[in-house]
């Protein structure tokens, strides 16, 4: 069965420090993979699917099927940053079923 | 563009009762999908309708049901509620099988 794994429920970090939000999955198939984020008062919204392998918001990440992560990385954080990020799976393609992980909340201390 | 807009924001119901929850996509879109959303948890996939038909189910019982309406708005029906029924459920609507979300605003279901 499909999981997905985010270990930290909250992160704090300093403003212009680095960011990364830890994601792990299981799945036995080859999954699509995406950040959703959802800042103060506003919808959840896509942050970024590996498949796009672009950069958002100066956020990345990098499928890494050996290591079955998917983890979120940004060099300098903001305080505009600060929000809830989700990872989430998807076990097939043209499905809409996403699994979630539990969420982490990042807090950007200016 | 209003996005996806759910109704009623909030409610309140006892244990025992049902529910309706209604969805309007983008325009323009054809998938709406539900999610429910328990405090603490990351989204929980319910359902998914793309023209008209059902093409997704999650892990819930029975007494959860949904169906898409010509104009690809969509319902979601919870029977006999229970406590743990409270949570936000979101919606959420896409072009196209497989293509990018978004979300309504949800509605938050209290059950006393």
């Known amino acids: 069965a499909q999981r997905v794994t985010q270990p930290e429920k909250l992160l704090s970090v300093f403003k212009g420090a680095p960011v990364e939000l830890k994601c792990n999955y299981s799945y036995s198939g080859s999954p699509e993979l995406f950040w959703y984020v959802q800042y103060s008062r506003q919808r959840l919204q896509l942050l970024l699917r590996h498949i796009s392998r672009e950069s958002i918001k100066g956020f990345t990440a990098d499928l890494n099927k050996g290591e079955t992560s998917f983890h979120l990385k940004k060099p300098f954080a903001q305080e505009e940053d600060s929000a809830m990020y989700y990872c989430a799976l998807r076990p097939q393609t043209g499905a809409n079923n996403l699994f979630f992980g539990t969420g982490t909340r990042l807090t950007v201390i200016p | 563009d209003a996005g996806v807009t759910q109704s009623p924001t909030h409610l309140i119901k006892t244990r025992g009762q049902h529910v309706t929850l209604r969805c309007s996509p983008i325009?323009?879109?054809?998938?709406v999908s539900w999610y429910q959303q328990v405090l603490g948890q990351g989204p929980q996939f319910i359902f998914q309708y793309y023209e008209k038909e059902e093409r997704g189910r999650g892990n819930f019982p029975d007494r959860f049901s949904a169906r898409q309406f010509p104009n690809y708005s969509s319902e979601l029906n919870v029977n006999a509620l229970l406590l743990g029924d409270s949570a936000l459920y979101l919606c959420?609507?896409?072009?196209?099988?497989?293509?990018?979300?978004?979300f309504g605003s949800g509605t938050q279901l209290s059950v006393l």
């Open positions: 325009s323009g879109h054809k998938s």
């Open positions: 959420a609507s896409s072009g196209a099988q497989g293509e990018k979300l978004f």
